[in-house]
């Protein structure tokens, strides 16, 4: 009722604009409330001791926690990340207990999201259903004597990594993936998702369709592979997905292929790190299709692995990361055409274009890391805590 029910159906599409339907049932609620109520117990038990203590929460699996813990701690400062993007008004008004969940995330001092548009959405949001006094200059919630501030913290991936640009890692992870494939094509796609409907993996794979079919000097030489994690399996809408992607690879791969060659290879199993990064590094071009994400770090691993600054990236424009990431291919998941001429640009890219458009994407990254994220969310709590007044 708490993660799969009211987070995982009733909360995760709502957030979502993906067409499919939220579910809201009252017992998952109940579930829902009461989860949160025994995390804000646990937190209580952790700061016994503490003076003054920060509380970083993330997540939409604890939207009432910020509210729990000020009520038992008024002395913590709190901040919640939420990792998902957050609707506009109407659409988040449809939720039975729309006022509680704001209330609840509203105990924070500072939300964080993504960029700026959620949180755009979000003052809105707040302005509509509550009463409350939204300061639009320094984008805060001001309601019953508190002020919840809202910014954008675009998370990042850790670049520390030492890594060599000679491309000999590339080089190698292609030979190897090529070796597997037992086909030698010339070019490789590779896909990395979790198994969940708002990740596009459909629309990805009906574009690679049509660009086969609008390019077809490109049969027997492009090959997509698609490392699918199985996610949430219980909600019976997730387990009917791996199973239609499952089929609807199939199908295209009985239209198009030949005796030695597939266009779509659809490993659907969870992967280890070194194995992703092996596709990564092999590969010329990514695809990330989500049809909402609120960041989508997929993107951002294919280029942090392009240390050679080497491959494309096909990025929706519909990805927190596409605000960042603007030398990668942006594109509409709903258009096939757009995407399917997106493949043919990546393919056909000359290397000193995909040697600029990797560099600059590879230093925005290493400048905006997570680690930065981690920084700059608890400089602006401390910010927060200093600014007020004791008492
Ligand atoms: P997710 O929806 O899970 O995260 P994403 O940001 O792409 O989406 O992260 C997925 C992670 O899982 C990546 O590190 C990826 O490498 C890994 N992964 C994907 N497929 C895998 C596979 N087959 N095997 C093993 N690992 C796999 C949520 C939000 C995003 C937001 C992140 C972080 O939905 O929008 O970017 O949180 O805030």
Same mark, same amino acid.
């Given at each position: 009722?708490y993660? +799969?029910?009211?987070?995982?159906?009733?909360?995760?599409?709502?957030c979502?604009?993906?067409?499919?339907?939220?579910?809201?049932?009252?017992?998952d609620?109940?579930?829902?409330?009461?989860?949160?109520?025994? +995390?804000?117990?646990a937190?209580?038990?952790?700061?016994?001791?503490?003076?003054? #203590?920060f509380?970083?929460?993330?997540? +939409?699996?604890? *939207?009432?926690l910020?509210?729990?813990?000020?009520?038992i701690?008024?002395?913590?400062? &709190?901040?919640?990340?939420w990792?998902?993007?957050?609707p506009? #008004?109407?659409?988040?008004? &449809?939720?039975p207990?729309?006022k509680e969940?704001?209330?609840?995330?509203?105990?924070?001092?500072?939300?964080?999201?993504?960029?700026?548009?959620?949180?755009?959405?979000?003052?809105?949001?707040?302005?509509?259903?509550?009463? =409350?006094?939204?300061?639009?200059?320094?984008?805060?919630?001001?309601?019953?004597?508190? $002020?919840?501030?809202?910014?954008?913290f #675009?998370?990042?991936?850790?670049?520390?990594?030492p890594?060599?640009?000679?491309?000999? /890692?590339?080089a /190698?992870a292609?030979?190897?993936?090529?070796?597997?494939?037992g086909? #030698?094509v010339?070019?490789?796609?590779?896909?990395?998702?979790?198994?969940?409907y708002? $990740?596009?993996i459909?629309?990805?794979?009906?574009a690679?369709?049509?660009f086969l079919?609008?390019?077809?000097?490109f049969?027997?030489q492009?090959?997509f592979?698609e490392? *699918?994690?199985?996610?949430r399996?219980i909600?019976?809408?997730?387990?009917?997905?791996?199973?239609?992607?499952?089929?609807?690879?199939?199908e295209?791969?009985?239209?198009?292929?030949t005796?030695?060659? $597939?266009?779509?290879?659809?490993?659907k199993?969870h992967?280890?790190?070194?194995? &992703?990064?092996?596709?990564?590094?092999?590969?010329?071009?990514c695809?990330?299709?989500?049809l909402?994400?609120?960041?989508?770090?997929?993107? $951002?691993?294919?280029?942090?692995?392009?240390?050679?600054?080497?491959?494309?990236?096909?990025?929706?424009?519909?990805?927190?990361? =596409?605000?960042?990431?603007?030398? *990668?291919?942006?594109?509409?998941? +709903?258009? &096939?055409e757009?995407?399917?001429?997106?493949?043919?640009?990546?393919?056909?890219?000359p290397?000193?274009?995909?040697? *600029?458009?990797? /560099?600059?994407?590879?230093?925005?990254?290493?400048?905006?890391?997570?680690?930065r994220?981690?920084?700059?969310?608890?400089?602006e709590?401390?910010r927060?805590r =200093?600014?007020?007044p004791?008492?």
């Amino acid at each position: 009722g708490y993660y +799969y029910g009211f987070s995982n159906e009733g909360l995760w599409p709502l957030c979502h604009i993906a067409h499919t339907r939220p579910v809201f049932r009252n017992e998952d609620w109940t579930h829902y409330k009461r989860v949160n109520e025994k +995390y804000a117990q646990a937190v209580a038990e952790e700061l016994a001791g503490t003076k003054d #203590p920060f509380v970083l929460i993330q997540d +939409y699996h604890f *939207a009432l926690l910020p509210k729990l813990i000020r009520h038992i701690r008024p002395d913590a400062k &709190i901040a919640i990340f939420w990792h998902i993007p957050w609707p506009n #008004p109407e659409s988040f008004g &449809i939720c039975p207990w729309s006022k509680e969940l704001l209330l609840g995330l509203l105990g924070a001092d500072l939300i964080g999201f993504h960029i700026q548009f959620h949180c755009n959405n979000f003052l809105d949001t707040a302005d509509r259903l509550l009463e =409350s006094r939204i300061d639009w200059e320094q984008f805060a919630v001001n309601r019953a004597g508190h $002020k919840t501030v809202v910014k954008p913290f #675009p998370i990042g991936i850790a670049t520390g990594n030492p890594n060599s640009t000679n491309g000999t /890692a590339q080089a /190698a992870a292609r030979q190897e993936v090529l070796r597997r494939l037992g086909h #030698p094509v010339k070019w490789l796609g590779v896909g990395v998702d979790r198994i969940d409907y708002t $990740k596009g993996i459909s629309e990805r794979f009906r574009a690679i369709e049509h660009f086969l079919e609008k390019h077809p000097e490109f049969k027997e030489q492009f090959t997509f592979v698609e490392l *699918a994690a199985p996610s949430r399996t219980i909600i019976k809408r997730y387990n009917d997905l791996g199973d239609e992607l499952e089929k609807e690879a199939r199908e295209i791969n009985q239209r198009l292929q030949t005796r030695t060659w $597939k266009p779509i290879i659809f490993r659907k199993e969870h992967h280890n790190r070194e194995e &992703i990064d092996l596709f990564y590094h092999a590969a010329d071009l990514c695809l990330v299709t989500s049809l909402h994400d609120g960041m989508n770090l997929v993107g $951002k691993e294919f280029v942090w692995s392009r240390s050679d600054e080497r491959g494309v990236l096909v990025l929706s424009r519909f990805a927190g990361a =596409s605000r960042q990431l603007k030398d *990668a291919l942006l594109v509409n998941p +709903y258009d &096939i055409e757009e995407v399917a001429e997106a493949i043919y640009k990546a393919a056909t890219m000359p290397p000193e274009e995909q040697r *600029a458009r990797m /560099a600059r994407m590879r230093s925005i990254l290493d400048e905006h890391n997570v680690y930065r994220w981690a920084a700059d969310i608890t400089t602006e709590l401390d910010r927060i805590r =200093s600014d007020t007044p004791k008492g």
